[in-house]
Nanobody
């Protein structure tokens, strides 16, 4: 059974940093399509960052490019999202997800292409 467990959320002031972790069990992250998504109240879930762990390819939402970094640690079977220069508009529930697409197909994945999801971790950024 696949479990994805996020951690690392919290409350920070604008300009601060957080690192989110997504630990996987029952699922090998090497050569996997991994994504970080977020959903603010009243808004649709949106993709923040996607990584194909087989070659390290990544894609980011324009709103976070240059501030957020997705990375992997295969030894720990964990994916991270380093978030710097946080803004109040980054406030949301953040979710980790895993999907079956490989290579460049992974990087073009949309929300419904991911079939395993974590429970989410809350990030709140105050001004």
């Amino acid at each position: 059974q696949v479990h994805l467990v996020e951690s690392g959320g919290g409350s920070v002031q604008a300009g601060g940093s957080l690192r989110l972790s997504c630990a996987a069990s029952g699922y090998t992250l090497s050569r996997s399509c991994m994504g970080w998504f977020r959903q603010a109240p009243g808004k649709e879930r949106e993709a923040v960052a996607t990584m194909y762990t087989g070659d390290g390819g990544t894609v980011y939402a324009g709103s976070v490019k240059g501030r957020f970094t997705i990375s992997q640690d295969n030894a720990k079977n964990t994916v991270y999202l380093q978030m710097n220069s946080l803004k109040p508009e980054d406030t949301a529930m953040y979710y980790c997800a895993a999907g079956p697409r490989l290579g460049w197909l992974c990087l073009s994945s949309i929300t419904r292409d991911f079939n395993y999801w974590g429970q989410g971790t809350q990030v709140t950024v105050s001004s």
